[in-house]
């Protein structure tokens, strides 16, 4: 459920008609729900009632500061992916103690940075980085917390661009070596191993390749304390998806995933997080786009739009399925048509949809994509020196932008030339 709904035929960012911010800050632009981002934190927050949990928004998802102090506020911790998303986090106000890092390949630098400002835990993903976690926490003279991502070999069944738990990818280190792994951490003064960490993929839309992945997270965590390691917090990851279209076939609910996280770990007494980004961010969220120009083609029309591949890539990248709505309803009885859907950019991979049905749309007129919120801002990139679009974030009758548009100046002037030129 979110709150962009229509009133009277138009479309609503909670009490704020869509139209209206498109007229003060112009388009492409995203916009958040500020309700439905409490709403989605508090269903996971809710879900684990009953035991000891951090939720850990995900940030890598949409990092706005403003998202992140709202969500913060709310008493949700973050999950970083690098550096800058720790800086990030700490400017918007989050406690270091409230900061997971996690992520393939932290830097000496990226490491130092958290160590200094203070840190939850590193969920460590290879022995390389443990032993450069263990040099800079000597040099600071501190301890490290940390868990260890571990690989447990599960099919996500989702995307294989998002997959992160089978053993050819990336990710963790392979759930059979973990003794070994562990024993290795333990031998470093400055670490703390903590306990375990495990993140299979993105967008899952089952519950059971959770349902493996935390059974085999469960035994190892009994293993590992048969060996003498002091397991007291699981760190489960994010992952659980979230509909991109109204249809029937809605993945599990957070309440369902909470309850499978009590059944397969509840029995161990360990500390939980968990480490939702789409979840929370995506379906509060909308890109809106302005129709530049209908166009005919042979056999075909399409809708030339203002936004494109840019400023939300899903489709491009992922082939992923947005809604697309026009911001004022047509008519009741109105006949739809199908249009091919596209930006601007010079590239045929800049197509948001091929022959979806819309009403009757014209130059001028305001379209939204649902459920941008997650990984389409922070995607964005300015190909075709096309500015970064701003956001906005709606709180029931007000708004704010909570990124500017930048100028043409401001991107030219970031260039910098040679003396020989
Ligand atoms: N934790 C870790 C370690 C992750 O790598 C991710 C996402 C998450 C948590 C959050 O997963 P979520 O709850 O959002 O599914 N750009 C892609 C998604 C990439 C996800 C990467 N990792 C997309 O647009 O579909």
Known sequence: MDHFLYRDGALYAEDVPISEIAAAVGTPFYVYS????????????????????????????????????????????????????????????????????????????????????????????????????????????????????????????????????????????????????????????????????????????????????YTKVAELTEKLRAEGHNIRRLDLGGGLGIPYTRSNDAPPLPVEYGALIKKTLGHLDCEIEIEPGRLIAGNAGLMVSKVIYVKSGEGRDFLILDGAMNDLIRPAMYEAHHDIVAVQEPAPGVERQPYDIVGPVCETGDTFAKQRNMPPLKSGDLIAFRSAGAYGAVMASEYNTRPLIPEVLVNGDQFAVIRERPSFDEIINRDTIPSWL
């Not at 949990?53 to 940030?59: G, I, K, N, P, T």
């Not at 443990?130 to 940390?146: F, K, R, S, T």
């Open 34 to 213: 500020t309700a439905t981002l409490l709403r989605h934190f508090k269903l996971f927050d809710d879900a684990l009632d009953g035991t000891d949990h951090l939720v850990c928004y995900a940030m890598k998802a949409a990092s706005n500061q403003a998202i992140l102090k709202t969500l913060a506020q709310a008493g949700a911790g973050m999950d970083v992916v690098s550096g800058g998303e720790y800086l990030r986090a700490k400017a918007a106000g989050v406690p270091g103690d409230r900061i997971v890092f996690s992520g393939v390949g932290k830097t000496a630098d990226e490491i130092r940075t958290a160590l200094s400002g203070g840190i939850r835990q590193f969920n460590v993903e290879s022995e390389p980085e443990m032993e450069v976690i263990n040099a800079v926490a000597l040099e600071l003279g501190v301890v490290a917390p940390i868990t260890v991502r571990v690989n447990p070999d599960v099919d996500a069944k989702t995307h294989a661009k998002i997959a992160t738990g089978k053993s050819e990818n990336k990710f963790g280190i392979p759930i059979a070596r973990a003794s070994e792994v562990y024993a290795h951490a333990a031998s470093l003064p400055g670490l703390e191993v903590i306990g375990i960490d495990v993140h299979i993929g993105s967008q899952l839309t089952e519950l059971e390749p959770f349902e493996l992945a």
